[in-house]
């Protein structure tokens, strides 16, 4: 008879009142602790890694070797525009695919495989070159200074990639944050075989900014 | 006793729906390319495109006037005759390492074949194809397909394979490529 009354009596309590209960013993609970949202998820954590320490991904292994502003550009004749600079960036890159795949994105604002300073240039740029086009990075080999050279795949390929940037976005000594972007491969349904989409970054690595080649005047 | 007919003949029928399931054509086989398979000192004819195979070998480095292939890996040479019999057409040259395909290098320029071809003008030279050192110690290495097409998906349409056993090839430190150029008859 007492338990059936306080049945009654429990059951008479608003339903908001026990949710304002369970509220309240949580945050008494979780004061000591340190209260709530004060745990970094380790799988949100971006692994900050070397110069020079290989990064794996699914379509592209990429180890960043150096950084340098240069005026003298790989290609031999280019010359630097008045206000303009070539961030010059080193990277080690494996084709992961099991196709030869074409350089000509490696540093594009769209299929780049590297980001700098989130997107001053590489992946997600939006800054514009002396001609009033993005940006992006061009790919020549380092050893024989091909332009735009095929990935072979398995095969890890030192390639520079060369940004234009405004004289002043940095400087010698600064240093930049590069970060590795990935992407997914799925099945493509417009044509046979397997594309890569949805980019995502998977290493940050922190490279101080050398100084490169100066053009003689 | 009267539905046994009937019962044998549904028996049948999912065995001949089976049977019909386990033998029809892949997409390979409804789309795959028509090859025509070649070998050494031999001109072989495709659709379009003519080839003969003279010579492979490996290489550390390779050079060329003006030029200097310094790789991790390891070149594949393949020298040959290319023609083309109909139009002009620039051929897509690779070759499969197990799933892997690697397409002709074009880090020579000038001193490797892969330049388009006039119909009737077969040039000779070299194809060079940068390879991971690795395949040289795996099973796959001893099977390598080299293959001349028109395009890098031939569907329905002439291709030309060799098949070629790396380890069998001669290896050489540096090898100099030979100028391309018109075809001796």
Redesign the interface.
């Known amino acids: 008879m007492a338990a059936g009354s306080l049945r009654h009596r429990l059951a008479r309590v608003h339903p908001f009142v026990w949710i304002g209960a369970v509220a309240v013993i949580a945050g008494l609970i979780a004061w000591p602790l340190g209260g709530w949202d004060t745990v970094e998820l380790q799988s949100t954590k971006l692994p900050v890694v070397q110069p020079g320490e290989l990064v794996e991904g699914t379509q592209y292994s990429v180890s960043v070797e150096s950084a340098e502003l240069t005026s003298v550009h790989p290609d031999g004749f280019s010359e630097v525009e008045p206000g303009w600079m070539w961030l010059r960036l080193e990277l080690v890159v494996t084709n992961e695919t099991n196709r030869t795949a074409f350089s000509s994105d490696l540093g594009s604002d769209y299929k780049g495989v590297v980001t700098v300073d989130d997107g001053a240039v590489g992946y997600g740029t939006e800054s514009t070159g002396p001609e009033g086009r993005l940006a992006t990075g061009a790919p020549y080999l380092v050893s024989d200074g091909t332009y735009l050279p095929g990935l072979q795949p398995a095969l890890p390929t030192r390639v520079e990639l060369i940004f234009d940037v405004r004289d002043g976005t940095w400087s010698v000594g600064d240093e930049l944050t590069v970060g590795i972007v990935d992407r997914t491969p799925y099945e493509s349904t417009l044509e046979t075989g397997i594309r890569y989409g949805f980019p995502h970054l998977i290493a940050e690595v922190p490279v101080t900014l050398d100084q490169g080649a100066e053009a003689t005047p | 006793m009267k539905r046994l007919p009937a019962v044998l003949a549904l028996l049948a029928l999912i065995g001949g729906a089976l049977v019909l399931h386990l033998t029809k054509p892949s997409d390979e086989d409804l789309q795959g390319p028509f090859v025509t398979y070649a070998g050494f000192g031999e001109q072989v004819e495709g659709r379009d495109l003519t080839w003969e195979a003279e010579y492979a070998y490996l290489a550390d480095r390779l050079t060329a006037p003006g030029?200097?292939?310094?790789?991790?890996?390891i070149w594949l040479v393949i020298e040959g005759t290319i023609g083309s019999k109909l139009g002009i057409t620039t051929p897509d040259v690779?070759v499969r390492v197990g799933?892997?395909?690697?397409?002709a290098?074009?880090?020579p320029g000038d001193a490797v074949l892969g330049d388009s071809l006039d119909a009737g003008l077969p040039q000779a030279g070299a194809f060079a194809f940068?390879?991971?050192r690795?395949v040289l110690e795996s099973e796959e290495g001893t099977h390598v397909t080299a293959r001349i097409a028109n395009g890098f998906?031939v569907r329905l349409d002439s291709a030309i394979d060799m098949v070629l056993d790396l380890t069998q090839l001669d290896h050489r430190g540096t090898a100099a490529l030979p100028q391309p150029g018109m075809a001796t008859p």
């Open positions: 030029w200097t292939g310094e790789t991790d890996g690779s799933e892997r395909i690697y397409e290098s074009d880090r940068e390879l991971p690795s998906r």
